[in-house]
């Protein structure tokens, strides 16, 4: 089924979704909620506490700072320009990731208590942090890889139910990802299709031509249903290796993540990160526009 990426809600078809995106398109990148009108979601910055240490509602800058007043110059000259025919509500700025420096203690502290198995909330009250309830929720799940296995009939028995569910969730949004770039127009190869026609290697995406999304040329794309950092365990380096094959010997392309990613967390020649949201709504305004 369709899926709104902001919300992260399904719909039973192609107009469902159409109709919610277009009764929505005022919305607070911090919290995901909806507004009517553009005031409505200016007096929700203006008045939520959660705010402010944050950007304002719907830039989704990565700093959880506001910008001192002698970088603010910088940041203008680094703000990227709206694109002709664009109108301010289908404007959406890059997402470059996350600070190192803002990943590495929540993580550090779910590896501390992974073996208490917490949640979200339970992390909550033993560390201050504003990342996204997602992103932590990720970081959890990566520190529970180093928790020795169960090796028990019953241990085994969930953490193979554990895994299917969890392949299965990945391959619903995977193909909803494809589903929507096949709907902008786009022409290209799924890794299924790839493997039928004994292409190697098989990324996710192969275009048919290649496609330029925010400045970078991109031959191929990668899906990653989760957040994308340095430390996450037995994952980020095997994505690594298989990400320069990639760009080796297919030219540059990119690996999409669902949650978002640390800044840095891949450094490649030809290779570069995105995350889901700001892909989907660049080629889909691009599309709108007649690529």
């Not at 007043?69 to 289908?90: C, E, F, L, S, Y």
């Not at 959406?92 to 502290?109: E, H, L």
């Not at 999409?256 to 305004?285: N, P, W």
Request: proline share 6%.
């Amino acid at each position: 089924m369709p899926l709104c990426v902001p919300c992260d809600r399904q719909f039973p078809n192609r107009h469902s979704l159409e109709q919610h995106l277009q009764s929505s398109r005022h919305r607070c990148g911090h919290c995901n909620r909806f507004f009517k009108s553009a005031h409505s979601k200016e007096q929700h910055t203006r008045n939520s506490k959660s705010h402010k240490m944050q950007p304002p509602c719907g830039t989704d800058n990565n700093s959880h700072l506001q910008a001192a007043p002698h970088d603010r110059k910088k940041a203008n000259r680094q703000m990227p320009v709206m694109m002709i025919g664009a109108t301010a509500n289908d404007f959406v700025p890059p997402y470059t990731g996350i600070p190192r420096a803002t990943v590495t203690p929540v993580f550090k502290m779910a590896c501390r208590l992974r073996f208490m198995k917490p949640d979200v909330n339970m992390l909550l009250r033993c560390i201050d942090t504003q990342l996204d309830h997602r992103v932590i929720s990720a970081l959890i799940e990566a520190a529970l890889r180093l928790l020795p296995p169960d090796n028990t009939i019953e241990g085994k028995a969930e953490a193979k139910q554990r895994v299917q569910k969890k392949m299965e969730q990945a391959l619903l949004t995977e193909m909803s990802f494809i589903d929507q770039l096949r709907h902008f127009g786009y022409q290209f190869m799924t890794e299924r299709e790839q493997k039928e026609s004994q292409l190697n290697p098989t990324p996710d995406i192969r275009f048919i031509e290649p496609i330029i999304i925010h400045g970078h040329l991109c031959h191929w794309l990668e899906y990653k249903n989760y957040f994308g950092f340095k430390a996450n365990p037995f994952i980020a380096s095997k994505n690594k290796k298989q990400l320069k094959k990639y760009a080796s010997e297919l030219g540059s392309g990119a690996v999409v993540y669902k949650l978002g990613f640390e800044i840095d967390h891949i450094v490649a020649t030809g290779i570069c990160s995105f995350r889901e949201a700001e892909v989907l709504h660049f080629l889909g305004h691009r599309s709108r526009l007649g690529n």
